[in-house]
């Protein structure tokens, strides 16, 4: 049975930083890429950040650029979600989504974590 859960996220003010982990079971997790994705109320889910299964890849929404760092611990079957200068537009359920080096679509999903930015 996969299991991706998710943790780390919470109630942060403007300006703050949370780091977001998903801790992956029952895959090959070095053999998946990873992503985060993030859905605000009322639109549409939408790409955050991936990494290559090796780790040696990495790729940002623009909105997110320099501000949001993912990373992965393959011997913890973990990759993370470092989020610094939160800005309030940044509120979201964030998933975390895992894609075979031989799929062409995510295979599995996490149930997602709130991260709420507000003052």
């Known amino acids: 049975q996969v299991q991706l859960v998710e943790s780390g996220g919470g109630l942060v003010q403007p300006g703050g930083s949370l780091r977001l982990s998903c801790a992956a079971s029952?895959?090959?997790?070095?053999?998946?890429?990873m992503g985060w994705y993030r859905q605000a109320p009322g639109k549409q889910r939408e790409l955050v950040a991936t990494?290559?299964?090796?780790?040696?890849?990495?790729n940002y929404a623009d909105s997110v650029k320099g501000r949001f760092t993912i990373s992965r611990d393959n011997a913890k079957n973990t990759v993370y979600l470092q989020m610094n200068s939160l800005k309030p537009e940044d509120t979201a359920v964030y998933f975390c989504?895992?894609?075979?080096?031989?799929?062409?679509?995510?295979?599995?999903w996490g149930q997602g974590t709130q991260v709420t930015v507000s003052s």
């Open positions: 029952g895959i090959t997790f070095s053999a998946y890429g």
């Open positions: 989504t895992a894609k075979h080096r031989s799929s062409v679509r995510w295979d599995y």
């Open positions: 990494i290559t299964s090796g780790g040696g890849s990495t």
